[in-house]
T-cell receptor
């Protein structure tokens, strides 16, 4: 079963506008974490933002914010004031416990964001 | 501080050959994870090592193996290469003491099997 679902294969946004990238997840573990990563064409995964399952407030990091709706199991990424350099693939990922302190990340299929000038 | 480093950056192998990929974690990080990212997909978890012990394994065949050394660097080995093993192999390091268990990724090794 798909644990992380990103339903938008591609998105376009005009420069300086805001954009929301969708992510839904499925887990029975009460303790989990949700991450968003940016992957430019170079291939490196760049950490953007993190939300823990017990965090009461939505996470924010500069122009990035995470709209966390626990009951709906969604963790959408909002990018404000888009810049041309934001064009990249964006992945939502969930941290799952393997055993003890071991953790793995399960990734969605990604959303290709293109910022238009 | 240096980030996660991986070598080589690119590699071309023939079906049936064996390959070894290397990863050096961020200084102080004792956990290393390996992921395979096939073109057009998200990364898939292969292994996690902590303190030289395997702590987790994804749904990959026994042709895939790994190990972690006393300095916490790691190697991923793939035997009897198949065309489907062509992918970007990502290494990530983390420190279990961090509350978010954030994983820091290296630039990856692009493996092409012909």
């Amino acid at each position: 079963a798909q644990k992380i679902t990103q339903t938008q294969p591609g998105m376009f946004v005009q420069e300086k506008e805001a954009v929301t990238l969708d992510c839904t997840y499925d887990t029975s573990d009460p303790s989990y974490g949700l991450f968003w990563y940016k992957q430019p064409s170079s291939g490196e995964m760049i950490f953007l933002i993190y939300q823990g399952s017990y965090d009461q407030q939505n996470a924010t990091e500069g122009r990035y914010s995470l709209n966390f709706q626990k009951a709906r199991k969604s963790a959408n990424l909002v990018i404000s004031a888009s810049q041309l350099g934001d064009s990249a693939m964006y992945f939502c990922a969930m941290r799952e416990k393997i055993s003890g302190s071991a953790r793995q990340l399960t990734f969605g299929s990604g959303t290709q964001l293109t910022v238009l000038p | 501080d240096a980030g996660v480093t991986q070598s080589p950056t690119h590699l071309i192998k023939t079906r049936g050959q064996q390959v070894t990929l290397r990863c050096s974690p961020i200084s102080g990080h004792k956990s290393v994870s390996w992921y395979q990212q096939v073109l057009g997909q998200g990364p898939q978890f292969i292994f996690q090592y902590y303190e030289k012990e395997e702590r987790g394994r994804g749904n990959f065949p026994d042709r895939f193996s790994a190990r972690q050394f006393p300095n916490y660097s790691s190697e991923l080995n793939v035997n009897a290469l198949l065309l489907g093993d062509s992918a970007l192999y990502l290494c990530a390091s983390s420190s279990p003491g961090q509350g978010s268990y954030e994983q820091y990724f290296g630039p990856g090794t692009r493996l092409t099997v012909t």
